[in-house]
């Protein structure tokens, strides 16, 4: 069986990054901000996100991977 391009973790990492940048876009733009404005803090939460949610879906901390 051939493995998978990107795991489960991987993408739902991605997905809530895009889900919360998608949302403070919209949120930003309904608020009376203009187009490119609400993108480009779309684009920086989404940023964020990943980070945050990489961390926050962690598969094993930092201490177990060092004792094995």
């Known amino acids: 069986m051939e493995r998978p391009l990107v795991t489960i973790r991987a993408a739902l990492v991605l997905l809530l990054a895009v889900l919360s940048g998608g949302t403070t ?8 901000g203009d ?15 990943v980070s945050f949610f990489n961390r926050l879906i962690a598969g094993t901390s930092a201490e177990e ?4």
Do not use: K
Not at 25 to 32: M, P, R, Y
Not at 35 to 49: D, I, M, N, T
């Open 65 to 68: 991977r060092e004792h094995g």
């Open 25 to 32: 876009a919209v949120l930003s733009w309904l608020d009376g």
């Open 35 to 49: 187009a490119v404005r609400s993108v480009l803090a779309g684009l920086a939460a989404a940023a964020l996100g």
